[in-house]
């Protein structure tokens, strides 16, 4: 399985932003996914998570009710949009996928994409 990250950028505070993840070389609906930030000098940390064919979705505490994640399986395509955006989510964003849902342990999600940078400026 393959995950392509994109769609971050540069935005600035109080605005919004998707980021994309394109999921290929497996059926995605057998897949749970999410996404997970580092900034720098910190951990990796858990953003929001999706699976049971996008029925059932999970958000850590900091961006409950300003992230949405969402997938489009007929497109293999899983989405993050936020709004809201504050200096503190600025950060790479990796999308993750695996068999299982793994909620916010990173070290159990299997496969991984590259990452897109958002940056959001005050």
């Known amino acids: 399985v393959q995950l392509q990250a994109s769609g971050g950028g540069l935005v600035q505070a109080g605005g919004s932003l998707r980021v994309s993840c394109e999921v290929s070389g497996g059926t995605f609906s057998n897949y749970a996914t999410g996404w997970f930030r580092q900034a720098p000098e910190k951990e990796r940390e858990f953003v929001a998570g999706?699976?049971?064919?996008?029925?059932?979705?999970d958000y850590a505490t900091s961006v409950k009710g300003r992230f949405t994640v969402s997938t489009d399986s007929d497109k293999n395509m899983l989405f993050l949009d936020m709004k809201n955006l504050t200096t503190e989510d600025t950060a790479v964003y990796f999308c993750?996928?695996?068999?299982?849902?793994?909620?916010?342990?990173?070290?159990?999600?299997?496969?991984w994409g590259q990452g897109t940078q958002v940056t959001v400026s005050s």
């Open positions: 999706v699976w049971w064919s996008g029925h059932s979705t």
């Open positions: 993750v996928a695996d068999r299982r849902y793994y909620a916010s342990d990173p070290s159990r999600w299997t496969y």
